[in-house]
T-cell receptor
Framework: EAGVAQSPRYKIIEKRQSVAFWCNPISGHATLYWYQQILGQGPKLLIQFQNNGVVDDSQLPKDRFSAERLKGVDSTLKIQPAKLEDSAVYLC??????????????FGPGTRLTVL | QKEVEQDPGPLSVPEGAIVSLNCTYSNSAFQYFMWYRQYSRKGPELLMYTYSSGNKEDGRFTAQVDKSSKYISLFIRDSQPSDSATYLCAMSEPRGSTLGRLYFGRGTQLTVWP
């Protein structure tokens, strides 16, 4: 079974520029998560999708961050404009509530963003 | 106060040592407790999963949950250099309340030297 795929793996931009990240979850997983992991900290949930609907975006800075999950499969996370404090690893994870009583989340390798 | 507290280390031990990693939390509604392992430049992977209080053992790994003290632990026996990674504790409320949202500790960086 293929894991969660993310691209790009690395991105360097200047502040005030825009950037987008892409995630392809494990096939059949209805739930998709985007996390932000700042160096030396644990992942922080930005947004959670159930199929193509948002169920939790309470920690998403909506003035600059946006995310969508068209057709309930792939997802993109966008930052516009980027700030220095957005430098972090952006992790995508997916899970299948249907198949598992517990909420085991499978993570992708992440996209490491550096904002200069 | 953060919901989940975890000492970031770093922790450095010789091969074969017993390693103890810990987290404390403040939210008494947490019911599911997990330990994730994260190698450098990789995403976290689930290592251990425990529901409510008690112990769970899997090979060299033992997870303990003490809900009365709001304290969880991960023990690694006979530690190996391949165990060198960052260990993240994570926890969540019952699915119905927050749809399984995970709250992570900041991670403890472990190095096992030969």
């Amino acid at each position: 079974e293929a894991g969660v795929a993310q691209s790009p793996r690395y991105k360097i931009i200047e502040k005030r520029q825009s950037v987008a990240f892409w995630c392809n979850p494990i096939s059949g997983h209805a739930t998709l998560y985007w996390y932000q992991q700042i160096l030396g900290q644990g992942p922080k949930l930005l947004i959670q999708f159930q199929n193509n609907g948002v169920v939790d975006d309470s920690q998403l800075p909506k003035d600059r961050f946006s995310a969508e999950r068209l057709k309930g499969v792939d997802s993109t996370l966008k930052i516009q404009p980027a700030k220095l404090e957005d430098s972090a690893v952006y992790l995508c994870a997916s899970s299948s509530y249907r198949d598992s009583f517990r909420n085991e989340q499978f993570f992708g390798p992440g996209t490491r963003l550096t904002v200069l | 106060q953060k919901e989940v507290e975890q000492d970031p280390g770093p922790l450095s031990v010789p091969e074969g040592a017993i390693v103890s990693l810990n987290c404390t939390y403040s939210n008494s509604a947490f019911q599911y407790f997990m330990w994730y392992r994260q190698y450098s430049r990789k995403g976290p992977e689930l290592l251990m999963y425990t529901y409510s209080s008690g112990n769970k053992e899997d090979g060299r790994f033992t997870a303990q949950v003490d809900k009365s003290s709001k304290y969880i632990s991960l023990f690694i026996r006979d530690s190996q250099p391949s165990d060198s990674a960052t260990y993240l504790c994570a926890m969540s409320e019952p699915r119905g309340s927050t749809l399984g949202r995970l709250y992570f500790g900041r991670g403890t960086q472990l190095t096992v030297w030969p």
